[in-house]
């Protein structure tokens, strides 16, 4: 018996990165999966490679439209749906006075109106199958300034508070369902390996030992990121409700050369 076994689950982004590796661990636990991404060439490679049943729809996460469409397909095809996990994201260079109007709407559609979408299309189906978990990534930049990031940042600080509500709803309505947020520090996937090479000119991927780089520059890996969505998805935290759970390696919690 795995740790999710038979629990049907929604992964967005699945693509690419820590969703993906969150679908590989799923998998391995024995969830049903529905994975799905803008990028259909990769979401279905990852279909291939997962070990228990699952499938992959096309969704551009910001389109109000696709979810009630994902959500009927997951019903269709599972009968249920018990965990949803709003990963996916984008991210761009801006800061205040360079930020233009039509990035700071990209960025705050695809990062923040998508988890509204979501948790809002999710909700009365997970009720009906006696509840659920729903785990949104956020991000650090959620809780402390990273000047470079202004829109990801306000978009990840929106997916912190939004959670806090929908958990405290989630209660009000005793519907047993769970809403979390998760929130990485710099963690080794395409999206981090554009911004370090953005913002400090390195990129990992061109390294000739880019694991022992990333080890020596202090960044995760997606499965570290993936063993805390499984514990979520699990029984195992079913005392856990609207809480905001740091992966960081302490890089938050204070200054370590002091
Ligand atoms: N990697 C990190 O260090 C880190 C840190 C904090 C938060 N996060 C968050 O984790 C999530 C995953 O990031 P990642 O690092 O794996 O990035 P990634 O770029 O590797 O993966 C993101 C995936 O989202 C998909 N996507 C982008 N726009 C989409 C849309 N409109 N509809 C559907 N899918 C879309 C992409 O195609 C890609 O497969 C993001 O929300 C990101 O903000 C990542």
């Known amino acids: 018996m795995g740790r999710v076994s038979n629990k049907v689950i929604i992964i967005t982004g699945a693509a690419s990165g820590l969703g993906k590796a969150d679908a590989m661990r799923l998998s391995d636990e024995g969830a049903k999966l529905v994975l799905t991404d803008?990028?259909?060439?990769?979401?279905?490679?990852v279909?291939?490679?997962?070990?228990?049943?699952?499938?992959?729809?096309?969704?551009?996460?910001?389109?109000?439209?696709?979810?009630?469409?994902l959500i009927k397909t997951?019903?269709?095809?599972?009968?249920?749906?018990?965990?949803?996990?709003?990963?996916?994201?984008?991210?761009?260079?801006?800061?205040?006075?360079s930020t233009t109007t039509d990035q700071w709407r990209d960025i705050l559609r695809v990062n923040l109106d998508s988890v509204f979408f979501g948790c809002r299309a999710a909700i009365p189906e997970m009720s009906k199958s006696g509840g659920g978990s729903i785990i949104n990534m956020s991000s650090t930049?959620?809780?402390i300034g990273l000047s470079p990031y202004l829109a990801y940042s306000a978009s990840k600080g929106g997916i912190r508070s939004m959670t806090k509500s929908i958990a405290i709803h989630c209660q009000e309505q005793k519907n047993n369902i769970r809403c979390n947020s998760i929130h990485p520090g710099s963690i080794f996937t395409p999206m981090v390996d554009d911004a370090?090479?953005?913002?400090?000119?390195?990129?990992?991927?061109?390294?000739?030992?880019?694991?022992?780089t990333r080890k020596a520059m202090g960044i995760g890996e997606p499965l570290d990121v993936a063993n805390l969505?499984?514990?979520?998805?699990?029984?195992?935290?079913?005392?856990?409700?609207?809480?905001?759970?740091v992966i960081d390696n302490g890089a938050t919690a204070g200054d370590a050369s002091q």
Do not use: R, Y
């Open 47 to 69: 279909v291939k490679e997962c070990k228990n049943e699952a499938l992959f729809l096309e969704q551009d996460v910001s389109q109000e439209n696709s979810w009630s469409d």
């Open 141 to 143: 930049t959620a809780l």
């Open 74 to 97: 997951t019903i269709s095809e599972f009968g249920k749906l018990d965990v949803l996990i709003n990963n996916a994201g984008i991210a761009q260079i801006g800061n205040i006075e």
């Open 196 to 212: 370090l090479k953005n913002l400090v000119g390195i990129k990992l991927m061109e390294q000739e030992d880019p694991e022992a």
């Open 38 to 45: 803008i990028n259909v060439q990769d979401g279905k490679q």
């Open 229 to 245: 969505v499984l514990f979520l998805a699990s029984e195992e935290s079913k005392h856990i409700n609207g809480a905001e759970l």
